[in-house]
């Protein structure tokens, strides 16, 4: 029998970890402590696999069912829902983690490389040096049109608008690399 949000709330803990089905693979882990936690069992190539979904109520019936339904479609595709899930998540890491200020110090690297002249690397430097003050540790990904218009509006009130029009070109030779 399908379960209902009001069989869920009203799960207590015991002495020991028990399950309680819901369908199709789908159940509620009610911990020791009282947590409750959405797993998906499920077989591939063989093996049964666990896919933790999430803790209730912060994922509710509906959502935990919703999950279930995406992992199914998956496996019918051919594709581990766990894995997938970790390969989700290292990417997700991976894009929070490549910031502007990084990327630009990889490019300035790069130059360096090149053999640039030292006023070239300077210059290039110092155009960094001004984005990162404003957006240098945000996510290149989470970088708008917007706070890049609000770093050249802060040159440009110094009177700086070659310096502005040079950042300009510098930001977007980052943003190419």
Do not use: C
């Not at 399908?2 to 869920?8: A, E, G, N």
């Not at 594709?79 to 990417?91: H, M």
């Not at 006023?119 to 240098?136: I, M, P, Q, V, W």
């Not at 945000?138 to 917007?146: D, G, L, S």
């Amino acid at each position: 029998m399908p379960l209902s949000d009001i069989k869920i709330r009203n799960l207590k803990s015991t002495d020991k970890a028990y399950k309680v089905s819901d369908f199709g693979g789908l159940f509620v882990l009610v911990k020791i402590s009282g947590a409750k936690s959405w797993r998906f069992k499920y077989r591939i190539d063989g093996k049964v696999r666990l896919l933790v979904i999430g803790d209730y109520p912060a994922v509710t019936l509906a959502k935990a069912r919703q999950a279930r339904d995406i992992a199914k479609a998956q496996l019918a595709n051919g594709i581990d829902p766990s894995e997938a899930k970790q390969e989700e998540k290292r990417l997700r890491l991976e894009m929070k983690s490549q910031t502007f200020e990084k990327i630009g110090a990889a490019f300035l690297a790069k130059q360096r490389k090149e053999g640039k002249s030292a006023a070239t690397l300077s210059k290039t430097e110092y155009h960094l040096k001004l984005a990162n003050r404003d957006f240098g540790r945000k996510p290149i990904t989470e970088i708008t049109a917007p706070m890049i218009l609000k770093a050249l509006r802060k040159v440009e009130a110094k009177g700086n608008y070659e310096t502005a029009h040079r950042l300009s070109a510098r930001i977007g030779s980052v943003f190419r690399y």
